[in-house]
């Protein structure tokens, strides 16, 4: 069985929102890498997580059995405001990642990468160590744009075993990277689990393209405004028109029904 963390959690459609700040996200996952034998993953969740997981409830058990599912957007912060939690507060994916990074070094924390396309990893890495020379990182590998077959899921294990990172850091687009945290550490639970730290996955999505420079980040003055999504269509609007077009009416009905009580969205 997978570790998850005791924090409350706000229930949106549903999904539990884990009730953290950037402070108290940065400690709970800290106490964890501090922790023999925990593990497990964290989501970093917004709408679009959210709607995903309206029609599949395999997915919306993944994020509800996480270590935390963390608010990455803002109106998973009104919802979990209104539910009574008033410090609640957005933890940007590229936000989340590099504060642990930094964090990190105090405590010589060792980091895994693992995702993007090519060359992305080897990138994100060399920037990685420029900004912080002292930063570890145990492993790169950049996966195949399919599932792995077992014998590289065994090739992945022996390589987290090899390394010992307190970190796994996986950089997917939503869904594929909670299914394959969820899946792969239930699958590999018994042989990653140690008697000598925690380890907890996270999945960070187009923060490696952040971090790496690939691709801008929204202004600090968008941010936490509840318009980052419009930032984000007019840098990619091709690949996101139709994503945004969908799931942003059917979340504000969604919200509209959970707060009336027209519908009951259980966290199960």
Known sequence: MLSSSTIPRANVLG???????MGSALN????????????????????????????????????????????DGIPMV??????????????????F????????LEKDRRH??????????????????????????AGTITPPFRPLTNEEELELVAAIRASKPHYFWVGLSTPKQERFMAGFLERHAEALRSDDQGLLFFG????FDFQAGLVKEAPKWIRGSGFEWLFRLFMDPK??????LRNNPRFLAGVLAQLSGVKAYPMD
């Open 15 to 21: 999904v539990g929102i884990s009730d953290v700040t």
């Open 239 to 244: 690949r996101l028109w139709k994503r945004y």
């Open 97 to 104: 990642m590099p504060a642990l990074l930094e964090r990190g």
């Open 28 to 71: 709970e996952v800290e106490n964890a890498a501090d922790t023999p034998g925990v593990l497990g993953y964290v989501t970093v969740t917004g709408v679009h997580g959210v709607i995903e997981s309206q029609e599949d409830p395999a997915l919306k058990r993944i994020h509800n059995r996480s270590y935390l599912s963390i608010p």
């Open 78 to 95: 009104w919802m979990g405001r209104l539910q009574g939690s008033p410090d609640m507060e957005q933890v940007c994916g590229p936000e």
């Open 204 to 207: 960070v999505g187009a923060a």
């Open 112 to 137: 895994f990468l693992w995702g993007g396309g090519d060359g992305v990893v080897e990138r994100l890495s060399s920037v990685l160590k420029e900004r912080h020379p002292k930063l570890r990182i």
